[in-house]
């Protein structure tokens, strides 16, 4: 299984972003895949996922309204739509998938495979 996120790089406070992640090698419907991210100094926190059985989205309440998921038609690309940036948003943005829904990989913060992660930086 592998996850390659995409996307990264540096905006402006206010902008949007979208960061993607390729996953390939996963064909089992019980695995959702989701999207961390962890700050210098911060523990990594849960933003949201897909439930690959259910196609149903689940994000964060700490984001919501601002980052939305979504997947192409093929489910191999999972995408993280950011708007409303912020410099707290500042971050190394993980893609990650776990054999659970997506709410349940937020509560438990695990997964079992995890990309490389992309750097998003957020100037003020």
């Known amino acids: 299984v592998q996850l390659v996120e995409s996307g990264g790089g540096l905006v402006r406070a206010g902008d949007s972003l979208r960061i993607s992640c390729i996953v390939s090698?996963?064909?089992?419907?019980?695995?959702?895949v989701g999207w961390f991210r962890q700050a210098p100094g911060k523990e990594r926190t849960f933003l949201g996922g897909?439930?690959?059985?259910?196609?149903?989205?689940y994000v964060a309440d700490f984001v919501k309204g601002r980052f939305t998921i979504s997947r192409d038609n093929t489910e191999n690309t999972i995408y993280l739509q950011m708007n409303s940036l912020s410099p707290e948003d500042t971050a190394v943005y993980y893609c990650?998938?776990?054999?659970?829904?997506?709410?349940?990989?937020?509560?438990?913060?695990?997964?079992?495979?995890w990309g490389q992660g992309t750097q998003v930086t957020v100037s003020s």
């Open positions: 897909i439930t690959r059985r259910s196609g149903i989205s």
């Open positions: 090698g996963l064909t089992d419907s019980r695995y959702s």
């Open positions: 990650a998938a776990a054999s659970t829904s997506a709410p349940t990989m937020g509560r438990n913060l695990r997964a079992d495979y």
